[in-house]
Each structure stands twice: as structure tokens, then as C-alpha cells.
């Protein structure tokens, strides 16, 4: 089967405000793709959400929190949509000690947090959004990483790794949207009454905590919390 996945990432700069980096993704069945956009055009329409209005974490309010309660409910409801996410304390990290550059960690961050996506008997396009005039070239230095991490030298496996603009897909705004959800609570922020409604909804619906590592065999909602001892059997 050919996947599609969309990733996305918050605070990645080594010297950024917050201490936490996490990079996310949600991937489903490049089939159901549309499908699945169609259905979110039409809870924007529902809400009188424009088109070209981005699904974005930093819009969530009062106002619109209707929408983005539906959103989330139809995020664990349709089962072709699964969410995987690494967690990573920048305050514990030592380049130094481990004989690296913060770069060279974040592609091993993004390679953690895809690999147990991956399946040698399914293709995979990767997206993610545009953050400025480097993006192409920092996907491919990622791309390049990932195909030696996982021995797929003729491409076989991930067809693609490509930034786009996060307006051109909904599955890509609600990665921005559930990353950014994370972000909030990690860092300990109470700060909107309607962000702490999608926290808290998003914890009702996992049988654990956002807090501590999702058990290793569940593939909806996945999140790993990064430890600098890590030795990769996670």
C-alpha cells in the first residue's frame, strides 16, 4: 500500500524559547487522502471556515472551538488516520558528549520518529511544511539519512520527501494542530481556556497519559519521550 505521511515540527532551533522540541507527523493511505480532506473542507464549511483559512494551533480560541473539538473527534474516529510523535528536552541535550551537531541530532530525532512507520512491503511520499528558502535541501539531507537508516538505497520504500506549503493540505494543518497541542502541554502553559479544551480532549480519548511514552504497540496516537540514553529500541 502507498501512504502518504505529513510532518511537522515546533521549536526545532537548538537556542529556540522553549525547551521542548517535538516533531510529529500523521500519515494515512494515499487513497483516502481526499476523502479525508473533502470531509474536513466540510466541517470548515459547517463552522463558516473560508477555504483558504488554515487549520493552525496558534488559531484555536473560544470562538472557534466547536470546530477544532470536531476536528479532533474525527481525528480518533476515522481509523485511516494515525498520529506519531517524538518528544525531545532540549535542556538535556550535550552534543559534546556524543559527538554531534545539532543537525546531525535532528535528523536522527525525525528518523525516530518515523521509523516505526515504516514497512518494507508499502511505499511512502513524505510532506512537510515550508519553513523558509532551505527547506528542499534540509529535506533531502533527511531523506538521504532515512533511506541509509533503513537500507533503502534505490528508493523503493520512501518514494519522496518534499516540503510544500501547509495550505495546500488539511492532513498537514491538523499535524500543525495536534504538534502544537503537545507543545502546550509539555511546556505547562494555561494561558487559553480553548487550548486547554483541546489538551484535555485529546487526553480523553488515550487509556494514557500525554506525560510519559505511548506502550510501543499502539499505532493511532503515538508518542515517544526522547531520553539522551536512548539506544534505539524505541
Known sequence: MEYNIYCDETCHIQNEDSDY?????IYCPKAKVQEISQY??????KYKI???SEIKWTKVSNNKIEFYTDLINYFFIEDDLSFRAIVCDKTE????????????????MYYDMLKYIFSPNNT???YGDIKDNNSYKNFQKTLN????NIVDSTGK?????????SNESTILQMTDLIIGALAYFYRGLETSEAKLKVVELIQKQLPYSLGSSTPFGKQKFNVF????????RR
Open 21 to 25: 522540541m517535538i516533531i510529529g507527523s
Open 124 to 126: 511512502y511520499n513524505i
Open 145 to 148: 539519512f532515512l533511506r541509509l
Open 50 to 52: 473560508g477555504d483558504k
Open 93 to 108: 541535550l550535550d552534543h559534546k558528549k556524543y559527538n554531534q551537531t545539532h543537525d546531525e541530532w535532528y535528523h536522527k
Open 157 to 165: 520504500t520512501i518514494k519522496k520527501m518534499q516540503p510544500i506549503n
Open 40 to 45: 474536513i473542507k466540510k466541517l470548515k464549511n
Open 225 to 232: 519521550i526522547w531520553e539522551p540514553n536512548y539506544d534505539g
